[in-house]
């Protein structure tokens, strides 16, 4: 009896206890966890007007995902634009990514997505919208996230269906088309370090007077041509943001307009030559330095230090020769040629930065 006793507590430390599940999420857990909004724009006029629902999700915990949940994270596993019958309730479980009494309406997308903030636009044209709306008149749209368990919950906004365009009586102008300034064109479309500049071209442009980068005020100057320039903040970490602009029209926001880039890394290269030229193995080195430069690199610097004079300046010329080419050609170079060194053969210095 002893031994089976030993044996049945052996057992029990040994075995692996069951894993826990992560507790059921509730409505009201994601209502308090979530923050969720929604914006309508409609753009143009008749059988040419767009509209748009675009969505912006933020998690107070940090955890959102577009692959499967795990733990306490939340998978944005859907947006859609329905066509509905009647307006449906703010935010309901779902089994699947269809609503009753809608059907979804093609649109295409674009998005950003972080943990902490998910921004997606969808954009459908209005003809689209008008074959639907006899039987279908709300248009709505239907973001869905989706916890560890597979519990999917849907949000719906307040369904404020867009004016249809009647053919035989089209409504002014003025309800649903927009006059206001419109970003066309990102002048520059690579990445910028923060405190740069970023430009623009578009419509009413110098309507603009006042813009925003994240949660950084931006400044904005104005050009004859009719560009718009927006200076960022300092401040701004890597990442792709969002550019908010004000004008006597109201609001308007460009999505993913501004990418800002890491600090170009400061690269340093040192050889030292026991004759007269560079041999094999510098020039390696020398190319593989090369490899790692990008248009990001602003300045390059070859300090080469010599008892002999023309040496110091075949081998100056020489090694910023092989560096100032392909996406670094553009760079400006500095050759620093220098007589003080007392031995024989050279120093080599090279400095390259953004």
């Not at 309730?89 to 089994?95: D, M, P």
């Not at 295409?108 to 044209?125: A, K, L």
């Not at 370090?193 to 603009?208: M, Q, T």
């Not at 970490?237 to 890394?265: D, E, F």
Request: net charge positive; hydrophobic share 40%.
């Amino acid at each position: 009896m002893r031994n089976r006793l030993a044996i049945s507590l052996i057992l029990a430390l040994l075995l692996p206890m069951p894993l826990q599940q992560a507790s059921a999420n509730t409505i009201a857990d994601i209502e308090e966890r979530l923050s969720v909004s929604f914006s309508l724009s409609v753009v143009g006029t008749g059988s040419s007007r767009s509209i748009s629902q675009t969505v912006q999700v933020t998690d107070s915990q940090g955890a959102l995902t577009l692959t499967a949940a795990a733990g306490n994270q939340l998978r944005i596993l859907d947006f859609r634009l329905l066509a509905c019958v009647s307006s449906p309730a703010k935010i309901q479980i779902t089994l699947t990514n269809t609503h009753s009494g809608c059907q979804w309406v093609v649109a295409n997308f674009t998005q950003s997505h972080s943990v902490t903030t998910h921004i997606q636009t969808r954009r459908t044209s209005g003809t689209i919208f008008d074959s639907t709306s006899a039987n279908h008149p709300i248009l709505t749209p239907m973001l869905t996230v989706q916890d560890s368990n597979g519990v999917r919950f849907s949000f719906f906004s307040d369904s404020t269906p867009p004016q249809s365009q009647a053919l035989t009586a089209p409504p002014p102008a003025s309800r649903t088309e927009y006059l206001g300034p419109l970003i066309l064109e990102i002048r520059n479309k690579r990445a910028v370090l923060a405190g740069e500049s970023v430009s623009f071209r578009g419509r009413k442009l110098s309507e603009i007077f006042s813009a925003t980068i994240g949660s950084f005020s931006a400044t904005v100057s104005h050009s004859p041509n009719g560009e718009m320039t927006v200076g960022t903040h300092e401040s701004l970490t890597p990442g792709v943001y969002s550019l908010v602009v004000q004008s006597r029209y109201g609001t308007l926001t460009h999505l993913n307009a501004v990418q800002i880039k890491p600090p170009t890394q400061l690269r340093r290269l040192v050889l030292r030559g026991p004759g007269q030229y560079l041999n094999e193995s510098q020039v390696k080195s020398i190319v593989s330095l090369h490899q790692s430069l990008n248009s990001d690199y602003k300045k390059l610097r070859c300090i080469v230090n010599s008892a002999n004079a023309q040496t110091a300046k075949a081998v100056a010329t020489r090694v910023c020769a092989l560096l100032a080419k392909g996406e670094a050609r553009d760079i400006e170079v500095i050759h620093d040629v220098r007589n003080t060194f007392k031995g024989k053969g050279f120093w080599v210095r090279v400095f390259a930065a953004g």
